[in-house]
């Protein structure tokens, strides 16, 4: 299975992200979701910005009507829906919405100079794609509410120390990037069978009670005992061979 890299490139705003770029994000997504070849995508930016938040220009001027009759943001957490691995490798600057975007994602891979924060508060307005939920998942209540309501950036040191990054490089954007990329390879040689549930169920847990969480886990796991892979792994174990998937 192929892994593929979006590159955010609007160099002059910082890869602000407006309507038009997640209109081209999204669509270029829901090409390679559908392309039974791709097992992991890596979205990174540039080594000054993955992106610096939402279009503040684009924003100025909404009204509350424009804002909720339009459902203005709702199509940025499209990734969200998608199957495929997802990883963000982020150098430079993720603000804001850039911040956002990062924890869509379902890992994050970032240099320790990279630069996050919510500092909607500072333009009279408060995380709006999810921030306010998905960092209090990461980092806790206290620490979450004291990054929101006083806007302060953290270093992408802190963000490893934090759980919100998986893996901190302490080298420069490529290797950031090369480090993603590398694990992105990796999952896509596993079976897609088994990877899709996978991160099916990790994502579970942030929605169920450990109860309903561990039930589900069951049943999805009991499931894959019908797939053509789990025989195929088990049996080349056994026989100390490489397994190779057949994604069934
Ligand atoms: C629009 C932006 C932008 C943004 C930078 N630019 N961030 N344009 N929206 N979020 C533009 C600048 O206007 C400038 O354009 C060019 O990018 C370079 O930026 P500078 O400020 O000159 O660069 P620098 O001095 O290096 O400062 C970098 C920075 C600063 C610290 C990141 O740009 C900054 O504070 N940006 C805003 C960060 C922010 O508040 N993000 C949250 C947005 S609200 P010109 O044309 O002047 O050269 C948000 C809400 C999310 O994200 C809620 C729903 C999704």
């Known amino acids: 299975m192929n ?12 890869n602000a992200l407006s309507s038009p770029l997640f209109r081209e994000l999204n669509d270029a997504l829901t090409r390679f979701e559908e392309d039974k070849g791709t097992g992991a995508i890596v979205i990174t930016g540039s080594e000054k910005a993955f992106a610096a938040g939402a279009d503040i220009k684009e924003m100025a001027p909404l009204t509350f009507s424009d804002a909720y009759t339009n459902n203005f943001i709702a199509p940025w957490s499209y990734l969200t829906t998608l199957r495929t691995p997802i990883i963000a490798a982020v150098s430079g600057y ?7 975007l990062a924890l869509m994602c379902d ?7 990279a630069t996050f924060g919510q500092p909607e508060i500072r333009l009279g307005i408060i995380p709006g794609a999810g921030g306010s ?4 998942a990461a980092v806790g209540k206290s620490k979450a509410m004291e990054l929101i309501l006083t806007g302060h950036n953290f270093s992408g040191k802190e963000a490893g120390d934090w ?9 420069s954007h490529d290797d950031c990037l090369n480090g993603a990329l ?12 088994a990877v899709t549930a996978a991160k099916e ?11 309903e969480g561990v039930e589900f886990e069951r049943r999805v796991f009991h499931g ?18 490489k397994a190779q998937w057949t994604n069934e």
Do not use: H, W
């Open 3 to 14: 892994t593929v890299r979006f590159t955010l490139n609007r160099p002059k705003a910082l």
């Open 94 to 100: 993720a603000l804001g919405g850039g911040c956002e």
């Open 107 to 113: 890992m994050i891979y970032c240099t320790s100079s």
């Open 133 to 136: 939920q998905r960092l209090t």
């Open 163 to 171: 759980g919100v990054a998986a893996q901190v490089f302490d080298g």
């Open 182 to 193: 590398e694990t992105a390879t990796k999952i896509a040689g596993f079976s897609r069978v």
């Open 201 to 211: 169920v990790v994502n579970k847990s942030q929605d169920l009670s450990l109860r």
């Open 224 to 241: 894959l005992f019908g797939s053509k892979d789990q025989k195929i792994g088990m049996n080349a174990f056994a026989k100390k061979e």
